[in-house]
Each structure stands twice: as structure tokens, then as C-alpha cells.
């Protein structure tokens, strides 16, 4: 929202709190271009309620439980936000010949067999599996946009988001960039799940924020991926939050989360093509600046 503020845009913003932080918005109180309504997309009168807050010029989805935290807590919610929101944020989008951005996920391509992972690959997805809800929401959400540009000509736009970190993370959220952070400033061990071996690409906030930017005034209606192609295992990855955070933190190793992927990096060739974008921001840099927003919030980072 920043990002859209700061470019011109006058924006509606809307959060049923599920997992998010009335906090994060605190900044655009005084904002006459922005304006929020807590409802859930969800909801039987949702496209009603937010066809009188229009008109719109985009319509962005982006509501998900991305945590497996969350969405393991709240597989029904998960599985709703890529279903019943999804059909209604392209109502509200169809209503308005609006444009419509859907953020996906890495997710869809599953524990991959292809590596890195290309748009191209239809993924290795357990349909059933705890992640499923997850997985297999994005995956529905993904359908239903393409079904709206071929059946209506909608102007859609799909990003393949892969692991994102930066300011306003909950350090209790789960993913793995929050969890060292806390549990490195406290002392705790870190914990691995796994041998540490699998691998993740770690993506600022601020350039996936710039490649969605340039993904929603694109005519390019097919899955695009939007993360940072540098891969790194977990155990590489937990010596630099020891390193960056001067802790001697010990490591304390779980099994493996079952269908928890053992490799992840994106194929970004498409990206560059087709949007001239790339992610400038280093790990290092991105760790840096990710600590010094979360320390007036937690001290001890």
C-alpha cells in the first residue's frame, strides 16, 4: 500500500485480521488517499459491500493465511481465501472492468522433481496432504482467474510468489525468517526442521513489491514467478542470523514436516522478459534492513 500511495493511487484496503495487524496501518491514519474496511472477502455480501466503496481501476487479491502456522490452524479459511474470495474479488473486478492481480505461490509446484521451477511446471502437489489446504487453494484460485479471462476477458494477472520477508513479519509467525530472528535475539536455539539441507530464495518485500508493481499493468495473463533466484540451505541460511545477530545460538533439529518442500528456487527468465525485473536487494542487505524496522518492536534484535 505504501508502495501504491507513494505512486499516486487512491486505495481501499481491506483485512479481516485473521492473522494481520490493525498496527501495520497505523501510519496511514491520517491518509486521505487511503481508506480501510475490516470485513471478510468471503462473506455472503461481500461483492455488495464493496461495489458501493467503488468504482475501481484494480482489483488486488492478496489475502491468504501464508504461515503453515496459520493455514494449519485455519485449513477451512485458507481453502476459502483461494475459493469463495477469489470468486468474489473478480466479481468486484468484473463489475468494474477492472484490472485483477492474484498473488499465488511457490507453493503450487509442490516437493518439485523440476529444479529450479519454470511457470511451466504443472508441480508435484499431495491433494490431500496437511499443506494442502494451502497449496491446493492457490492452485483452485489460480483456475478460477484464468477461467475469468477466458470466459470474460477479464484483465488478469497471476505472480508465483516465492519466500518473502521484510518489516511488519510477526516474529511468532512461523516461517523461517521470523523464527531464527526471535529465537536468535533471545538466545533460544534455532530451530531446523529436517537436516537443514533443503534450500529456500529469499526475496525482500521491496522488490517483490516492485515486481507486482510492474506484473499488474502487464498484459501478460499467465503465471509469472516474482521471488529472488539465490538459493540457500537452512543451515546456511541460520549462520547468518547467528552471524548478523553475534549470537552462538545452538541448533535444534525436528523431524521434517510432511510434503515440506526440500527445495526451492524460482526460474525468473519470464520475469525478466516480460517485465524487465529482477530482484536488486542481497540477503544480506535485506536481513539488515528487515532487523533495524523490527527493533523499536523488539529490542533485543
Known sequence: MDRLLSDGHTITAVDNFITGSPA??????????????????TANDFVERMIAHGPFDLVLHLASLASPKDYLDHPIETLESGSTATRNMLEIARKFNARFLLTSTS?????????PQRETYWGNVNP????SCYD???????????????????RTNIARIFNTYGPRMKLDDGRVVPAFLSQASDGRPLTMYGDGTQTRSFCYVDDLVSGLCLLMLSDEREP??????????LLEFAQRIQRLLGTNSPMEFHPLPE????RRQPDISKAKRTLGWEPKIDLETGLT?????????????
Open 259 to 262: 510434503n515440506d518442500p526440500t
Open 24 to 41: 501495520n496501518l497505523a501510519h496511514l491514519s491520517c491518509e486521505p488517499r487511503f481508506s480501510f474496511l475490516e470485513a471478510d472477502a
Open 136 to 154: 491446493e487453494s492457490k492452485r483452485f484460485a489460480e483456475a478460477m482467474t484464468m477461467a475469468y479471462w477466458r470466459k470474460y476477458g477479464l
Open 107 to 115: 507453493e503450487c509446484y509442490g516437493d518439485p522433481l523440476e529444479h
Open 224 to 233: 509469472v514467478n516474482l521471488g529472488n533466484p539465490s538459493e540457500i540451505t
Open 128 to 131: 490431500i496432504g496437511p499443506r
Open 289 to 301: 534492513l528487515t532487523v533495524a524496522a523490527l527493533q523499536p518492536r523488539h529490542p533485543n534484535l
